[in-house]
């Protein structure tokens, strides 16, 4: 098993850029139930600092790795119990790396329904196959004469037999299908062309409707796009290659002929060379363009979940607006604007129902509920659901604060994304048993405007809506990415121990659902917890979860300073050495950055903390439960642009980015329809990756730059002058046009002629 793991770390070490030591260290952590941020926060010494990034993208490689371990044993096990292993065969199983070479070799030895060269060689015609491959000067219809039987009827059906043989024989060499891969993944296309009639249903892929990119280079949002159109039956989608080759002999045929010596010497040979044309035509030239569509669809998941992620995680670490007292707003016509009042800790005060729009159009009633709701519960903050309906109560609530006198509440225009499907859940009905579900979605808009983090965790990660294509991707890979993305946002940040809900507290590091619940459950009977020791009180946490869990919960003026802190229990040791060494009091210290920089870290190493932990303690005792997120600030949308059709070229807008995708960033700028600011219009300069500018959460100032209000688009620019930014080479790639916004949130499952039913199969395997 040690040699197992030196094995999968060396390979590991290799990708993360790390040593095969810290590899294997951290295997072992992992592997012993340690989860992922406390290995990155407080097990540096024994994996040498690998930081949360390396160990994600390790643990994630784990997994794929020990999969095709674990997939190598049973091929080997297959192909022994048929007593075909050879030493050359169990060479090439053990040094493939990836599940394709792995089952490209298992190939011939792969249990399969009764073939054509099977049949073949039932009626006798194996030898006759044979001697083609041995006689290549001789004519194979001479060598065919000695197969004529009462099954192989003349000529035609034997050569035909023998065909289907050496074909089969081509189509099994693990080599050859290696070689003609990497020779597609060079040299195909990716074409894309719309289904004749079917141009105006199908008008948002119209950017499909005749496109052809090298399969190699095609950017994963184009990819997914192409997919979606192919899905949907408006576009058809094939790989090509060397089509424009117009030798009589093409090159993937010559790659097979270089394969078995085949030349044009003699009659067997040239037999034997259209056998090659015809496999690479029937055979093998559909097989790998699905291949190399299963790739491409991986790859492209696998930027689109990168994507997604990536945006989450800035949802997540958004600027808090604070423990103040707010008025959350879900916006609706004809069903009315529902209200809830929150408190400072988030606890529900009382909620309502206004109706200032149609067919009711109460504005003065609904202003004066809303203004009454403020003075009575000191309301400081207003949020607002972007939802339908959002600027018709953003300009309601304008009006009203233009006419309240005394100190005026800030209003805040906030993503709606999966409060509908908050209000519906589990966890809302038992948090809000007694309440409305159309009510429900008021209090997440208000809680998630005070804190972003401690709201979205009570909701599916997939469902916040911040991905590119999430619906097209692997939903277990989307997931387990997603997971991880707010377990470490999670525990960036910190929870109160005290004030923490359910579903926030299962998201810290080693803490379950059933944990979590047991912590507020204990509570709730109990009281506050007074340290973090008491936690140890709570039934079925024992030490193990402690040890994951502990430093990343704070209890906030208790009466052990550190439990405030990042600090581990662990570490109090020598957290108060470092005190004593400064002869101040703990509470009198923390946060008194002069006297913590005179203090030599090096003195207070020893046998179980080493430097990374004794810096880390030192610098969180400068500042004691730091947040890592922003400063709060809020986006005003302009005044009387409230529709797309408001919109004029040249407006300079402020907004809030919603969304970053491969091609650019989303901006909410309060029309309804978040415009797009393409890679190439984020900044004066060359912009490879757009969050290399902006993320999530982020306001801007953006310019109108063009309106297309029948497909509902609108093009930003953040460039100064507005034009085209300079590129480092010819234009492609991810600088070609964006995909259109609408394909990004639908999808519908559907089958396409031969490729396509293939290719729908495939699909399904992956």
């Given at each position: 098993?040690?040699?197992?793991?030196?094995?999968?770390?060396?390979?590991?070490?290799?990708?993360?850029?790390?040593?095969?030591?810290?590899?294997?260290?951290?295997?072992?952590?992992?592997?012993?139930?340690?989860?992922?941020?406390?290995?990155?926060?407080?097990?540096?010494?024994?994996?040498?600092?690998?930081?949360?990034?390396?160990?994600?993208?390790?643990?994630?490689?784990?997994?794929?790795?020990?999969?095709?371990?674990?997939?190598?044993?049973?091929?080997?096990?297959?192909?022994?119990?048929?007593?075909?292993?050879?030493?050359?065969?169990?060479?090439?199983?053990?040094?493939?790396?990836?599940?394709?070479?792995?089952?490209?070799?298992?190939?011939?030895?792969?249990?399969?329904?009764?073939?054509?060269?099977?049949?073949?060689?039932?009626?006798?015609?194996?030898?006759?196959?044979?001697?083609?491959?041995?006689?290549?000067?001789?004519?194979?219809?001479?060598?065919?004469?000695?197969?004529?039987?009462?099954?192989?009827?003349?000529?035609?059906?034997?050569?035909?037999?023998?065909?289907?043989?050496?074909?089969?024989?081509?189509?099994?060499?693990?080599?050859?299908?290696?070689?003609?891969?990497?020779?597609?993944?060079?040299?195909?296309?990716?074409?894309?062309?719309?289904?004749?009639?079917?141009?105006?249903?199908?008008?948002?892929?119209?950017?499909?409707?005749?496109?052809?990119?090298?399969?190699?280079?095609?950017?994963?949002?184009?990819?997914?796009?192409?997919?979606?159109?192919?899905?949907?039956?408006?576009?058809?989608?094939?790989?090509?290659?060397?089509?424009?080759?117009?030798?009589?002999?093409?090159?993937?045929?010559?790659?097979?002929?270089?394969?078995?010596?085949?030349?044009?010497?003699?009659?067997?040979?040239?037999?034997?060379?259209?056998?090659?044309?015809?496999?690479?035509?029937?055979?093998?030239?559909?097989?790998?363009?699905?291949?190399?569509?299963?790739?491409?669809?991986?790859?492209?998941?696998?930027?689109?979940?990168?994507?997604?992620?990536?945006?989450?995680?800035?949802?997540?670490?958004?600027?808090?607006?604070?423990?103040?007292?707010?008025?959350?707003?879900?916006?609706?016509?004809?069903?009315?604007?529902?209200?809830?009042?929150?408190?400072?800790?988030?606890?529900?005060?009382?909620?309502?129902?206004?109706?200032?729009?149609?067919?009711?159009?109460?504005?003065?009633?609904?202003?004066?509920?809303?203004?009454?709701?403020?003075?009575?519960?000191?309301?400081?903050?207003?949020?607002?659901?972007?939802?339908?309906?959002?600027?018709?109560t953003e300009k309601l609530v304008a009006d009203l604060l233009t006419n309240l006198p005394g100190t005026k509440p800030t209003k805040v225009i906030v993503s709606e994304a999966g409060a509908s499907v908050y209000s519906a859940s589990e966890t809302a009905a038992l948090e809000f048993p007694g309440l409305d579900v159309s009510l429900r979605g008021a209090v997440s808009i208000a809680r998630r405007l005070q804190d972003p983090l401690a709201e979205l965790v009570k909701i599916e990660p997939k469902a916040i809506g911040v991905g590119q294509y999430q619906h097209d991707v692997d939903q277990g890979k989307l997931a387990r990415s997603l997971d991880a993305v707010v377990e470490d946002a999670v525990n960036a940040v910190g929870v109160d121990l005290n004030m923490a809900s359910a579903p926030l507290l299962a998201r810290v590091s080693g803490l379950s659902k059933s944990i979590a619940e047991a912590i507020v459950s204990h509570r709730d009977a109990n009281g506050a917890f007074a340290s973090r020791k008491d936690l140890l009180k709570v039934a079925r946490l024992g030490n193990r979860t402690f040890e994951q869990a502990a430093g990343f919960l704070r209890i906030p003026n208790g009466k052990e300073p550190l439990d405030a802190s990042s600090v581990h229990p662990e570490a109090y040791g020598v957290a108060k050495k470092i005190v004593a060494a400064c002869g101040r009091d703990l509470r009198a210290l923390m946060g008194d950055s002069a006297a913590l920089k005179a203090v030599d870290p090096r003195q207070f190493i020893d046998e179980q903390f080493g430097l990374p932990t004794v810096k880390d303690i030192i610098s969180e005792l400068e500042k004691p439960g730091r947040d890592p997120r922003p400063s709060f600030k809020t986006a005003t949308f302009a005044d009387g642009v409230d529709e797309i059709t408001d919109l004029k070229i040249g407006m300079l807008l402020e907004g809030t980015v919603t969304n970053v995708a491969a091609f650019g960033a989303f901006v909410d700028i309060g029309v309804h329809q978040d415009g797009l600011v393409h890679v190439s219009q984020l900044a004066d300069k060359f912009v490879k990756d757009p969050h290399e500018v902006v993320k999530a959460g982020d306001v801007v100032k953006v310019r109108v730059v063009e309106v297309d209000v029948k497909r509902k688009r609108i093009a930003l620019t953040m460039r100064k002058d507005g034009g085209e930014a300079p590129a480092p080479g010819p234009r492609g790639g991810d600088r070609g046009k964006p995909v259109n916004p609408k394909l990004m949130n639908t999808e519908k499952p559907a089958s396409q002629g031969a490729f396509g039913a293939a290719l729908a199969e495939a699909m399904k395997k992956r």
């Amino acid at each position: 098993m040690a040699a197992d793991i030196r094995s999968l770390a060396v390979t590991i070490a290799a990708e993360i850029n790390s040593r095969p030591d810290q590899a294997v260290a951290a295997i072992g952590l992992l592997d012993e139930g340690a989860t992922v941020p406390f290995i990155a926060r407080y097990r540096k010494e024994v994996t040498g600092g690998l930081d949360d990034t390396q160990l994600r993208n390790l643990a994630e490689r784990l997994v794929y790795l020990r999969e095709l371990e674990a997939r190598r044993t049973s091929i080997v096990d297959s192909i022994n119990t048929q007593g075909k292993m050879t030493d050359e065969l169990a060479v090439k199983l053990a040094k493939a790396v990836t599940k394709a070479e792995l089952e490209d070799l298992y190939l011939p030895y792969k249990p399969k329904r009764r073939t054509r060269a099977e049949i073949a060689r039932e009626r006798g015609l194996g030898p006759l196959a044979e001697a083609i491959w041995a006689d290549r000067s001789s004519d194979p219809a001479t060598l065919a004469q000695a197969y004529i039987t009462g099954e192989v009827t003349d000529l035609k059906v034997a050569l035909e037999g023998a065909r289907d043989i050496v074909a089969e024989t081509i189509s099994e060499n693990a080599d050859l299908l290696g070689r003609l891969r990497n020779h597609m993944r060079t040299g195909a296309q990716l074409k894309a062309r719309v289904v004749d009639g079917k141009q105006e249903a199908g008008a948002k892929f119209a950017d499909y409707f005749d496109h052809t990119e090298r399969w190699a280079t095609a950017p994963g949002h184009r990819a997914l796009a192409m997919l979606r159109g192919w899905n949907e039956e408006f576009l058809t989608l094939t790989i090509e290659v060397d089509a424009d080759d117009t030798s009589p002999i093409k090159p993937a045929q010559r790659i097979i002929a270089m394969a078995f010596n085949i030349s044009d010497k003699g009659a067997s040979d040239r037999w034997l060379m259209e056998v090659a044309g015809w496999t690479w035509r029937v055979k093998l030239s559909m097989s790998l363009s699905l291949d190399l569509m299963r790739e491409m669809r991986e790859r492209a998941e696998e930027e689109a979940i990168h994507v997604f992620a990536r945006n989450l995680k800035d949802l997540l670490l958004a600027a808090p607006a604070g423990a103040r007292a707010t008025m959350g707003l879900d916006p609706g016509i004809r069903t009315g604007v529902k209200v809830a009042i929150v408190d400072a800790t988030g606890k529900v005060l009382e909620t309502s129902t206004v109706y200032p729009f149609q067919p009711r159009n109460d504005v003065r009633g609904a202003q004066t509920e809303l203004a009454a709701l403020i003075r009575k519960h000191n309301v400081e903050l207003i949020s607002i659901g972007n939802g339908t309906g959002s600027r018709e109560t953003e300009k309601l609530v304008a009006d009203l604060l233009t006419n309240l006198p005394g100190t005026k509440p800030t209003k805040v225009i906030v993503s709606e994304a999966g409060a509908s499907v908050y209000s519906a859940s589990e966890t809302a009905a038992l948090e809000f048993p007694g309440l409305d579900v159309s009510l429900r979605g008021a209090v997440s808009i208000a809680r998630r405007l005070q804190d972003p983090l401690a709201e979205l965790v009570k909701i599916e990660p997939k469902a916040i809506g911040v991905g590119q294509y999430q619906h097209d991707v692997d939903q277990g890979k989307l997931a387990r990415s997603l997971d991880a993305v707010v377990e470490d946002a999670v525990n960036a940040v910190g929870v109160d121990l005290n004030m923490a809900s359910a579903p926030l507290l299962a998201r810290v590091s080693g803490l379950s659902k059933s944990i979590a619940e047991a912590i507020v459950s204990h509570r709730d009977a109990n009281g506050a917890f007074a340290s973090r020791k008491d936690l140890l009180k709570v039934a079925r946490l024992g030490n193990r979860t402690f040890e994951q869990a502990a430093g990343f919960l704070r209890i906030p003026n208790g009466k052990e300073p550190l439990d405030a802190s990042s600090v581990h229990p662990e570490a109090y040791g020598v957290a108060k050495k470092i005190v004593a060494a400064c002869g101040r009091d703990l509470r009198a210290l923390m946060g008194d950055s002069a006297a913590l920089k005179a203090v030599d870290p090096r003195q207070f190493i020893d046998e179980q903390f080493g430097l990374p932990t004794v810096k880390d303690i030192i610098s969180e005792l400068e500042k004691p439960g730091r947040d890592p997120r922003p400063s709060f600030k809020t986006a005003t949308f302009a005044d009387g642009v409230d529709e797309i059709t408001d919109l004029k070229i040249g407006m300079l807008l402020e907004g809030t980015v919603t969304n970053v995708a491969a091609f650019g960033a989303f901006v909410d700028i309060g029309v309804h329809q978040d415009g797009l600011v393409h890679v190439s219009q984020l900044a004066d300069k060359f912009v490879k990756d757009p969050h290399e500018v902006v993320k999530a959460g982020d306001v801007v100032k953006v310019r109108v730059v063009e309106v297309d209000v029948k497909r509902k688009r609108i093009a930003l620019t953040m460039r100064k002058d507005g034009g085209e930014a300079p590129a480092p080479g010819p234009r492609g790639g991810d600088r070609g046009k964006p995909v259109n916004p609408k394909l990004m949130n639908t999808e519908k499952p559907a089958s396409q002629g031969a490729f396509g039913a293939a290719l729908a199969e495939a699909m399904k395997k992956r």
